[in-house]
Nanobody, 129 residues
Framework: VQLVESGGGSVQSGGSLILSCTASGFTFDVDDLAIGWFRQAPGKEREGVSCVDTTDGNKFYANSVKDRFTIYIDKAKATVNMHMQSLTPDDTAVYYC?????????????????????WGQGTRVTVST
């Protein structure tokens, strides 16, 4: 399994970025598989940002990014992208692509880093005022 992220960078508050994750070494057509984005800010624990169930396409977002971030999956290209809008300094973090296996019992499980089996190397996002 390999996950390669790209698209991070520096942006001013209010700006936008698109993060991309290219996956290989596994198929998306597996039950109880989810892939998504997680982030870790300096001095903080890693947290779930957005995730998509590859079987039914359901999407899950952290409350802090709802209505600002959008995750979308392209199974044919084996990519999972996240469009981030209205960025604030609180969004500054290293963003990781992660793929996990369930079963998932609640919506919160999808955003729980404990479910992630494989991680990408991360891409840094810095939002300045």
């Amino acid at each position: 399994v390999q996950l390669v992220e790209s698209g991070g960078g520096s942006v001013q508050s209010g700006g936008s970025l698109i993060l991309s994750c290219t996956a290989s070494g596994f198929t998306f057509d597996v039950d109880d598989l989810a892939i998504g984005w997680f982030r870790q800010a300096p001095g903080k624990e890693r947290e779930g940002v957005s995730c998509v169930d590859t079987t039914d396409g359901n999407k899950f977002y952290a409350n802090s990014v709802k209505d600002r971030f959008t995750i979308y999956i392209d199974k044919a290209k084996a990519t999972v992208n996240m469009h981030m809008q209205s960025l604030t300094p609180d969004d500054t973090a290293v963003y990781y692509c992660g793929v996990g296996r369930g079963p998932y019992y609640t919506d919160y499980d999808y955003l729980d880093p404990e479910y992630v089996a494989n991680w990408g190397q991360g891409t840094r996002v810095t939002v300045s005022t």
